[in-house]
């Protein structure tokens, strides 16, 4: 019980991920700074750990595997700040991003020949169905953006390779602090590595600037950001995945869309709708039913 206690916490944690990259926008740092900054502070604050504890050091043979976790990271937080910019509607990219119990599910059982039962794929599909009710995407219609689209679909199939990729790590015994340190540090060199490219396709400069030039207050928002939204969320989601099966996980982490409208109901004034209640509720029933099994 205690490994899906890890991941409940991770879950509760991670609704502060769009939240806090709201309020940061709202500060004005871009797409891209939101993207970058919080993960090279959680490298910055595991490398010491990796470099004096031998425990902390990657295992051998796993290093392709380090790269796609870093790979699938990087095309996530692609995925859920840039496709806001070709503007599609959040609540079009929120459905798309956490349809991920279904990729992970579909992934688990055909990629991985995993056993799914028939409890978990019913949890499947109500939490599927709380989220629609959640973002309630189908209030606005219209054409969008396909390149948008297309980036908010990938953004939620390598949510569930990151999912699914942290849960192979921790079963192959691997720390779970050399895994976030790793990790992200492939994420940040991936997305600077991406910054050239980006710069010259003409983008807006809300979404590419990068500048470190904040006040004293952003840096220390930044920090408590990352400590507990990157850092912890991420260590403590590797830590209970070495017992608990990445389909319950990715179901379990869908407690995050929770979190953030509760977030952003009580610091951004945004109205915690019947929809939003009735969906949660759907996504608690969900994660009652992967965690005591009845």
């Known amino acids: 019980m205690i490994s899906y206690l890890y991941i409940i916490i991770a879950g509760i944690l991670s609704g502060i991920i769009v939240f806090g990259g709201q ?51 990087a095309v996530t937080i692609v995925g859920q700040y840039f496709s806001l910019y070709f503007g599609i509607p959040v609540a079009i990219v929120v ?21 799914i039962s028939r409890r978990e794929i019913f949890a499947c599909s109500i939490v599927l169905l709380g989220v629609s009710i959640l973002v309630n995407p189908f209030r606005s219609f219209g ?10 679909t990938l953004g939620g199939i390598s949510l569930s390779g990151w999912i699914i990729t942290g849960s192979v790590l921790s079963k192959k015994g691997n720390s779970p602090i050399s895994s976030q340190f790793f990790g992200v540090s492939f994420t940040v060199l991936l997305l ?20 470190l030039n904040f006040s004293k207050i952003v840096w220390l928002w930044l920090v408590v950001f990352s400590i507990f939204a990157i850092t912890i969320n991420q260590i403590l989601y590797l830590q ?17 869309p929770i979190v953030g409208a509760i977030l952003a109901s009580l610091f951004l004034h945004q109205i915690l709708s019947v929809n939003i209640v009735i969906g949660g509720i759907l996504i608690l029933v969900a994660n009652y039913m992967v965690i005591t099994k009845q």
């Open 23 to 73: 309020v940061f926008a709202n500060k004005g740092l871009s797409a891209l700074e939101i993207s970058v900054i919080p993960f090279a502070i959680s490298g910055l604050m595991l490398l010491p750990f990796v470099l004096l504890k031998k425990e902390f050091r990657a295992k051998k043979g796993i290093l392709a595997l380090l790269i796609l976790y870093g790979i699938v990271s």
């Open 95 to 115: 459905l798309l991003l956490y349809v991920q119990p279904l990729w992970t599910t579909l992934i688990c059982k055909f990629g991985f020949k995993e056993k």
């Open 143 to 152: 054409s969008y953006n396909i390149i948008g689209l297309i980036l908010a």
């Open 192 to 211: 600077v590595l991406l910054m050239p490219f980006l710069k010259n396709l003409g983008l807006s400069q809300s979404l590419i600037s990068f500048d």
């Open 240 to 256: 209970g995945v070495k017992k608990v099966s990445a389909v319950d996980a990715g179901i379990i982490m869908l407690l995050e």
